[in-house]
T-cell receptor
């Protein structure tokens, strides 16, 4: 595919469950970013990778959030013991190193 | 830390008219990039235009152009000949030019309505 893909597109879970959100970047893009967007707000940075190395995780809100990109391509953002405040749109973006970031369609997470 | 401010929560423009969306930012860096992204009702994030801070010439993409005032730290988006399909949320974003790659910092967005 030509663009960034994310799965699932929608996820409804119960409080306390773990969720894993997947991002498949544009082929050849070495940098991958995760953002979270609350309704009516701009996206907020969570973490990013260059190849498989996590370069910055300063935006992860707490230790329930983690991300990996083991082979430098697909990335997974995991939220453990979900809480209602975790409900948001989770967006992935990729770029060629310092180039423009292109966003995927997002995963809308709802925690009941 | 860099901040991005969009002071217009909502704007309205008539079809075929011109509208300008405002954005200001705060940074101590001299090398950086600025972007406008569009978010239609589908909630996809679509790049509209980008500007490198070292370039004095304002970026233009078809009906979209920017007015980049580096000293004033202002980066407004002008949409000419507005179309119904331009109705969306518009986000201004900042990225540092230092380092190998870095995060985008977004404003809170401006919702643009286009009327007949």
């Amino acid at each position: 595919g030509a663009g960034v893909s994310q799965s699932p597109r929608y996820k409804v879970t119960k409080r306390g469950q773990d969720v894993a959100l997947r991002c498949d970047p544009i082929s050849g893009h070495v940098s991958l970013y995760w953002y979270r967007q609350a309704l009516g707000q701009g996206p907020e940075f969570l973490t990013y990778f260059n190849y498989e190395a996590q370069q910055d995780k300063s935006g992860l809100p707490n230790d329930r959030f983690s991300a990996e990109r083991p082979e430098g391509s697909i990335s997974t953002l995991t939220i453990q013991r979900t809480e209602q405040r975790d409900s948001a749109m989770y967006r992935c973006a990729s770029s060629r190193s310092t180039d423009t970031q292109y966003f995927g369609p997002g995963t809308r997470l709802t925690v009941l | 830390a860099q901040t991005v401010t969009q002071s217009q929560p909502e704007m309205s423009v008539q079809e075929a008219e011109t509208v300008t969306l405002s954005c200001t930012y705060d940074t101590s860096e001299s090398d950086y990039y600025l972007f406008w992204y569009k978010q239609p009702p589908s909630r996809q994030m679509i790049l509209v235009i980008r500007q490198e801070a070292y370039k004095q010439q304002n970026a233009t993409e078809n009906r979209f152009s920017v007015n980049f005032q580096k000293a004033a730290k202002s980066f407004s988006l002008k949409i000419s000949d507005s179309q119904l399909g331009d109705a969306a949320m518009y986000f201004c974003a900042y990225r540092s030019g230092t380092g190998t790659a870095s995060k985008l910092t977004f404003g809170t967005g401006t919702r643009l309505q286009v009327t007949l």
